[in-house]
C-alpha cells in the first residue's frame, strides 16, 4: 500500500486527522481485506503494468485489512493536490514515508475513471490498518485494493459496491486498476480463494474467485517472528529473480502445481494443500537466495521455526503447514479448530513471537457510515 515510515514533508498528519472526515455526507468508506498466496506472484513479465510472470493463487483474509476513507478535497487549488494520511493502527506505528506512488496511482485511476466522474478534484484519504506494518502481512494488497474503491467511489458519487457494479464498474475493473498499484490487490477483491489469471498479454490479465469463502473455511496464523522492516521490497523482489538460474525451472512446474492446489482446495485435502504451500514458498526463497544479487528474506528464527513444525508435525502433535511471502515470518494454514491449540504451542516454542489470527474472508466491501466511525479498522466485518 501508501508506504510507511517517515511523514512526507508537505503533509501534515494531524492536518487530515481522521475527524477531518467524519463528515457522512460525501465520505465513502472502503473495506478491503489482505490475502495470502498460496501459489506466489514472483517475477514480472512487465514490470510497468504488473503484468505477473505467472498465475497466482491466494486466500483471502478476513481480519488483516485496510480500511480507507475519501471525498473530495474541495479546499485544494489544484486538482491533483490530494491529500493521504494514516489512521492508527493499534500498534500506533505507521508513517507516511512516500505519497508519490499513491498519488500517481491516483492520476491514473482519475483517467480511467474519466466516462464515469461525477465530481473531479483532488481527494482527501485517510487510511488505516488493522495490522502493523512489516509484519508478513502484505499492506499493498489491501492498501491498493482499498484505495482503488475508495477512490473510485468518491468520484462517481458511489457509496456501495453494488451501486459502483450498476454504473459499469465491477470488480473485474475494479481488480485490474488495483494491480495497476500493486499487483497482489487485484486478487483482494474477491473472497475465497482466487486466481490471478497471466493471459497472453498484459492486458488480458483478469483475476477470479475459483471457490467463495463458505466452500472451506480455513486458518492462518501469522507468526510474528520479526517485526523489522523488510531490506530488499517485493517490487525489487520481482525484479531480481530472473537473474536466479532457478527461475526458469520454477515457471516451467507452475501451472501443474496450481492446478495439484486447485484440486487440493476443491476436495478440502489439507496436507495435499499444505505440502503444495510448502514447496512454493521454499522454491520462491530459493530463487531469491540465488539470484544476482542474493536477496535473503528468511531470518534464523524463520528456519528454527521450520525446523520446530516439522519435527511437531512428525510426532503427530499438529496439522498446519506454512507459507511466506517475502519476509522472515510463516503463516500456517490449519482448520480453524484447531488453530487455538496450535497458536498455544507456538507461544510455548516461540515466547517472543506474536500470533496474528485471520481466516479465509470476503473480498472488499464499502462498509455504511454508522456515525461512531471515525475510520478505525474493525477487526472482521
Ligand atoms: C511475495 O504485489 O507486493 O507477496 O506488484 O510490485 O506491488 P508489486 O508486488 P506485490 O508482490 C507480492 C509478492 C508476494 C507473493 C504474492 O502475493 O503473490
Redesign the pocket.
Known amino acids: 500500500m501508501v508506504e510507511h515510515r517517515t511523514a512526507a514533508p508537505h503533509i501534515s498528519e494531524s492536518h487530515i486527522s481522521e475527524s477531518h472526515v467524519s463528515e457522512p455526507l460525501d465520505a465513502v468508506i472502503a473495506f478491503a481485506p489482505s490475502?495470502?498466496?498460496l501459489?506466489?506472484?514472483?517475477g514480472?513479465s512487465d514490470?510497468d503494468q504488473?503484468w505477473p510472470a505467472n498465475d497466482?493463487l491466494?486466500m483471502t483474509l478476513n481480519r488483516a485489512a485496510t480500511r480507507t476513507i475519501a471525498r473530495i478535497n474541495r479546499a485544494a487549488n489544484d486538482s491533483a493536490d490530494h491529500q493521504l494520511g494514516f489512521g492508527e493502527t493499534f500498534t500506533n506505528n505507521l508513517r507516511v514515508r512516500d505519497m508519490t506512488k499513491p498519488k500517481k496511482f491516483l492520476e491514473q485511476l482519475r483517467v480511467e475513471l474519466k466516462p464515469w466522474l461525477r465530481h473531479d478534484g483532488a481527494l482527501e484519504i485517510v487510511t488505516t490498518n488493522s495490522f502493523p506494518s512489516a509484519c508478513g502481512i502484505?499492506s499493498?494488497?489491501s492498501g491498493?485494493a482499498a484505495l482503488t474503491v475508495a477512490a473510485a467511489g468518491a468520484w462517481t458519487g458511489q457509496t456501495s459496491i453494488e451501486g459502483l457494479a450498476g454504473i459499469g464498474i465491477s470488480k473485474d475493473k475494479l481488480a485490474n486498476w488495483a494491480?495497476q498499484?500493486?499487483?497482489?490487490?487485484c486478487?483482494s477483491m474477491h473472497g475465497g480463494f482466487v486466481r490471478?489469471v497471466r493471459g497472453e498479454t498484459a492486458g488480458q490479465q483478469v483475476c477470479e474467485q475459483i471457490f467463495d469463502e463458505h466452500h472451506w473455511p480455513l486458518a492462518d496464523l501469522i507468526v510474528v517472528l520479526d517485526s523489522k522492516q523488510k531490506q530488499v521490497?517485493?517490487?525489487e523482489?520481482?525484479s531480481r529473480a530472473f537473474s536466479s538460474p532457478l527461475m526458469n525451472i520454477r515457471l516451467a512446474g507452475l501451472e501443474e502445481r496450481l492446478k495439484c492446489a486447485s484440486a487440493a482446495i476443491r476436495n478440502k485435502d489439507l496436507e495435499q494443500l499444505g505440502q503444495i504451500i510448502e514447496a512454493e514458498a521454499l522454491e520462491?526463497h530459493a530463487v531469491m537466495m540465488t539470484a544476482n544479487p542474493p536477496t535473503q528474506y528468511f531470518s534464523q528464527g524463520t528456519v528454527r521455526f521450520i525446523a520446530w513444525l516439522r519435527q511437531a508435525r512428525a510426532t503427530g502433535s499438529i496439522a498446519a503447514w506454512f507459507t511466506l511471502?517475502?519476509g522472515p515470518n510463516p503463516h500456517l494454514i490449519c482448520r480453524p479448530e484447531d488453530s487455538l491449540q496450535i497458536a498455544e504451542k507456538i507461544r510455548g516454542a516461540f515466547p517472543d513471537a506474536r500470533i496474528i489470527m485471520d481466516s479465509t474472508g470476503s473480498g472488499v466491501s464499502m462498509p455504511r457510515w454508522t456515525g461512531e466511525d471515525r475510520g478505525g479498522v474493525a477487526h472482521g466485518h
Open positions: 490475502n495470502i498466496a501459489i506466489k506472484y514472483w514480472k514490470p504488473n497466482s491466494s502484505a499493498s494488497a491498493y494491480r498499484g500493486s499487483g497482489s490487490a486478487r490471478w521490497s517485493s517490487t523482489g520481482h520462491m511471502d517475502a
